[in-house]
């Protein structure tokens, strides 16, 4: 089994959802995809989320959490997920939208900008 070396969490924002994908780097620096969900963006989603994430993640490798810049909607979560401890980095969307470019990303779905966005985290 691989050591695991990296978690993060891709957070894609919208004004009423959060799609997240949970992102592994391991020894082999290969990325393993978790899991994913869709959570509500407001206090109960932001609840479900972090009970979400401490069944999915391992708690000997830091996590860090990532989302892009839209507006104000990520704003809340980005705060909730702060004050609970969480090492959260927020990135400009043209950064984000460069990166996907990068990997010749045509579709464009939530869950694929929320793994894309964990792919990122891990580099």
Same mark, same amino acid.
Not at 65 to 87: D, P
């Given at each position: 089994?691989?050591?695991?070396?990296?978690?993060?969490?891709?957070? =894609?924002?919208?004004?009423?959802?959060?799609?997240?994908?949970?992102?592994?780097?391991?020894?082999?620096? %290969?990325?393993?995809?978790?899991?994913?969900?869709?959570?509500?963006? =407001?206090?109960?989603?932001?609840?479900?989320?972090?009970?979400?994430?401490?069944? /999915?993640?391992?708690?000997?490798? %830091?996590?860090?959490?990532?989302?892009? /810049?839209?507006?104000?909607?990520?704003?809340?979560?980005?705060?909730?997920?702060?004050?609970?401890?969480?090492?959260?980095?927020?990135m400009q969307?043209?950064?984000?939208?460069r990166y996907a +470019?990068?990997?010749? +990303?045509?579709?464009?779905?939530? /869950?694929?900008?929320?793994?894309?966005?964990?792919?990122?985290?891990? %580099?």
């Amino acid at each position: 089994m691989n050591k695991k070396l990296k978690q993060c969490l891709g957070i =894609d924002v919208s004004k009423s959802n959060l799609s997240i994908c949970l992102g592994v780097l391991n020894s082999n620096l %290969e990325k393993e995809f978790i899991g994913h969900s869709d959570v509500n963006n =407001d206090l109960s989603g932001f609840k479900v989320m972090v009970s979400w994430i401490r069944k /999915a993640v391992d708690n000997n490798v %830091e996590l860090v959490v990532l989302m892009e /810049a839209t507006g104000v909607y990520h704003q809340g979560v980005c705060q909730y997920l702060y004050n609970q401890g969480y090492k959260v980095s927020v990135m400009q969307s043209g950064r984000v939208k460069r990166y996907a +470019q990068s990997l010749d +990303q045509r579709s464009k779905t939530d /869950a694929l900008d929320s793994r894309m966005l964990s792919m990122l985290g891990l %580099e």
